[in-house]
């Protein structure tokens, strides 16, 4: 079956820091792959997406490039903020069905 | 715009009781979504509907646990008895069409004693 695998968290960072959320997946066929964020109290928010290998998504900063070779889509970025404190959630939709399988999520913390 | 409405935001309820959760997904969207999230088990698929039909709930996790959508803009959760186990974030969200692309509500906190 399908599966995200995330790394663990937390993740602490000073302001302006470089991020890097290692995310891998297993799936049969092509999926799309997707970057949820979930700020606390909120329902998940899509951050950002890629629906071929090679594709690169990005959004408010991020950036994620879907590497079929290596099954990742790693979520990147330059120089991280406080407000990008949030649960970060990898997740991968296979060709045909609709519902999204989700990593077990990242927690980011930013340092001010 | 609206976004996905869930209602209540916060149950507590005590074991063996009954627990409707309720869901208004986003007009015009043909797919709807419950989700649950726990520290322990992190976002799980309960079932999803497309076009107001059930398509998979192979993972909602017993017989206790029903879900309808009578209409494209309205559905339920239902826990009957519910037990502890049960607390978790109930998340219901909506999608337009094509993979992936999911609005979720804020969310509804359960806790049952």
């Known amino acids: 079956g399908n599966s995200v695998t995330q790394m663990e968290g937390p993740v602490t960072l000073s302001e302006e820091a470089f991020l890097t959320i290692n995310c891998t997946y297993t799936a049969t066929g092509y999926p799309s792959l997707f970057w949820y964020v979930q700020y606390p109290g909120e329902g998940l928010q899509l951050l950002l997406k890629?629906?071929?290998?090679?594709d690169k998504g990005s959004n408010k900063g991020f950036e994620a490039t879907y590497r079929k070779e290596t099954t990742s889509f790693h979520l990147e970025k330059g120089s991280v903020q406080v407000s990008d404190s949030a649960v970060y959630f990898c997740?991968?939709?296979?060709?045909?069905?609709?519902?999204?399988?989700f990593g077990s999520g990242t927690r980011l913390q930013v340092q001010p | 715009d609206a976004g996905v409405i869930q209602s209540p935001r916060h149950e507590v309820t005590e074991m063996g009781q009954e627990v409707t959760l309720r869901c208004k997904p986003i007009s015009g969207h043909n797919s709807l979504f419950w989700y649950r999230q726990t520290m322990m088990r992190g976002l799980e698929l309960l079932i999803y509907?497309?076009?107001?039909?059930?398509?998979?709930d192979s993972g909602m996790p017993e017989d206790r646990f029903s879900a309808k959508m009578p209409n494209a803009s309205f559905s339920t959760l239902k826990i009957q008895p519910s037990e502890p186990r049960d607390s978790a974030v109930y998340f219901c969200?909506?999608?337009?069409?094509?993979?992936?692309?999911?609005?979720f509500g804020e969310g509804s906190r359960l806790t049952v004693l």
């Open positions: 969200a909506s999608s337009p069409r094509g993979p992936g692309e999911l609005f």
């Open positions: 509907f497309n076009n107001n039909v059930p398509i998979d």
């Open positions: 997740a991968l939709s296979d060709t045909g069905r609709r519902a999204l399988t």
């Open positions: 890629a629906t071929k290998a090679d």
